[in-house]
């Protein structure tokens, strides 16, 4: 269930998310308001390759061999909520 979850934003929101340690691979669960259920947070591109041009930052070793180009237009899209309700399918 929650390799899919990526995925199928990610189709739905036409940006290309791959589970890795360089783009999405960690979430936050937290708690809607009573009676609304669960939302997950999910940060994708957290590791984009150093650029001197389009990224010029070092992030240290978890950096280090990123496959991933800097874009300003998908980082405007990195986090991604996800809400589940209290009860019933999710749809």
């Known amino acids: ?4 979850i990526p ?3 990610a189709m739905a929101a036409h940006i290309n998310i791959t589970i890795s340690r ?4 960690h ?3 937290f708690w809607r308001p009573p009676g609304q259920g669960a939302g997950l947070l999910l940060h994708a591109l957290e590791y984009p390759a150093h650029d001197s041009s389009t990224f010029p930052l070092n992030l240290g ?5 990123s496959p991933l180009s800097y874009s300003d237009q998908q980082m405007r899209h990195r986090n991604i909520v996800v809400l589940f309700p209290l009860q019933g399918p999710v749809q």
């Open 1 to 4: 269930l929650l390799r899919s």
């Open 7 to 9: 995925k199928a934003v």
């Open 22 to 25: 360089y783009d999405l691979f």
């Open 27 to 29: 979430g936050h669960l």
């Open 61 to 65: 070793h978890c950096q280090q061999d």
